[in-house]
């Protein structure tokens, strides 16, 4: 089973970023997804989550800009990043979860490597 990432980079703040996640074998409707990020010396932080029934929830540094959504038939997802910020600088990685519900603490069923977001002028 695997997941991974795509579509890190350098970008200038206020600039924005598409993330891709695939996810092999995973019928992505019997689980919840996440994106996470950590940045150097930073605790890993849950950035945006999809629940199996549509409902999203984000952290309140990237709510009116970031959106997460999927694919169902491509068993894809994305992170949509819009006026990014230096701050959002970080490894964002993927992650399937068990947890059907976003509001249920995240329990990881399988995750990517991730992908670097440099934010800078």
């Known amino acids: 089973l695997q997941v991974a990432e795509s579509g890190g980079g350098l970008v200038q703040p206020g600039g924005s970023l598409r993330l891709s996640c695939a996810a092999a074998?995973?019928?992505?409707?019997?689980?919840?997804i996440g994106w996470f990020r950590q940045a150097p010396g930073k605790e890993r932080e849950g950035v945006a989550c999809?629940?199996?029934?549509?409902?999203?929830n984000y952290a309140d540094s990237v709510k009116g800009r970031f959106t997460i959504s999927k694919n169902n038939a491509e068993n894809t997802w994305y992170l949509q990043m819009n006026s990014l910020k230096p701050d959002d600088a970080a490894l964002y990685y993927c992650?399937?979860?068990?947890?059907?519900?976003?509001?249920?603490?995240?329990?990881?069923?399988?995750r990517g490597q991730g992908t670097q977001v440099t934010v800078s002028a």
């Open positions: 992650a399937v979860q068990y947890n059907l519900r976003c509001e249920e603490l995240p329990v990881i069923a399988a």
């Open positions: 074998e995973f019928n992505l409707d019997y689980y919840s």
């Open positions: 999809l629940s199996n029934s549509g409902s999203t």
